[in-house]
């Protein structure tokens, strides 16, 4: 394994909370993000993972951790995609393959050690049944079951390209499948249904987003705009002719829990609640760039959309806005820090019955998550003797606020 070199950097202490704005910004001048283009995020609780074309970020409101291909398992600086499977999982896409983070260690998959034909993993989701989908540049889409692997390319299969922007899976286990210059596929097990600008309203042939709704309807990023189409088969189109905004690249997607749906686009952001549309911009709002990649949202309910060159901008559509709460969260103080063995979490009057311990190694790792209920003593014990000697980044988690503290294990 190699030795992983993890940046804490002085921006650790630096607070961008505002109370009267509804914008924050983390770029290079302001934070250790390795590059200003932003290529994935995605948000874990009270942790965030941003992807760059130049390593990837781990920040958890106050610290930041910076892992590349240099000094880390991270297979290449090119990230394209982040996801969590249902197993608490996070996967990593690269252009050298994925790793995989769990519980315990970091694992990489590629085409060494896998029926991957190619290295370029471009997006990844997961079924119910806890299968794995990836989507490769240039050998179609696969999947694993965590035993097996089956590839589905244009040689074996009805799927009309080998070249895939975005899997998706929708709510009765049908895959979607975006791809470059084919339109978009519902592969049901079975048989593959193909939409594209010739047979549908699709209004171009490379899909780079697929969003679905809560009300089973399915949205399609393209290269010209947005289209969707709901369960009984109509289509709604909106290209910049519509949006009145130069949209052309649609990105990526999200819908919130009040319903409403967001896009990173290449000319802003587009809000959706039902029929009605808005698109923020750097003309009327506080983006830095017009050029959005990829969108998610926190435990806090703010959006996290990266940028091709301006770093991550985040926005909540409520008038105040917080990633380190900036509240009190002074939960709990290890004790004794260090320890040779067994450590105790003393906790404060701050903290409620109801809350969430989560710890970290060195290396990134979670090694330790725990969500407690109707908790009433002062003292929450951690065991520590199978744990290695170095540093551990103890967390508290509780109605929205986290407290971080490490831990010196001898």
Partial sequence: MK????????????????????????????SPLPSNSVTATLNDGAISWVGTDEGLVRFNGTDWEVYTSETSQLPNNHVQDIHKDNQGNTWIATYSGVLKINLNSWEVIDMSNSPIQSNQIRSIATAANNTVWFGTWGNGLISFDGQSWELFDTQNSDIPSNGIFEVSVDNDQNIWVGTFNGGVSKFDGQTWTTYNTSNSELPNNNVRDITI????????????????????????????????????????????????????????????????????????????????????????????????????????????????????????????????????LDLNSDLGEDFEVMIHNSMGQMVYRNKVKNFSSRIYPIELDDFPPGYFSVSIISNGNVDTKRVLRL
């Fill in 3 to 30: 030795a992983l070199a993890i940046l804490t950097s002085l921006f650790g202490a630096f607070s961008l909370s505002a109370s009267a704005s509804s914008w924050m910004h983390y770029d290079q001048s302001n």
């Fill in 213 to 344: 709704d809560h009300s089973g309807i399915v949205w399609f990023g393209t290269d010209d705009g947005l289209a969707r189409k709901t369960p009984s088969g109509h289509w709604d189109v909106f290209t910049s002719q519509e949006l009145g905004h130069a949209i052309h690249t649609v990105h990526d997607g999200i819908q919130v829990g009040d319903g409403h749906l967001y896009f990173a686009t290449d000319g802003g952001l587009v809000e959706f609640e039902s029929f009605n549309y808005t698109v923020y911009t750097l003309q009327n709002s506080s983006l830095q760039t017009n050029n959005l990649r990829c969108i998610s949202q926190d435990h806090m309910g703010n959006l996290w959309i990266g940028t091709g060159n301006n770093g991550v901008t985040i926005f909540s559509p409520e008038s105040t806005l917080s990633v380190d709460e900036d509240l009190p969260t002074n939960f709990f103080e290890p004790y004794p820090n260090p320890t040779t063995e067994n450590t105790i």
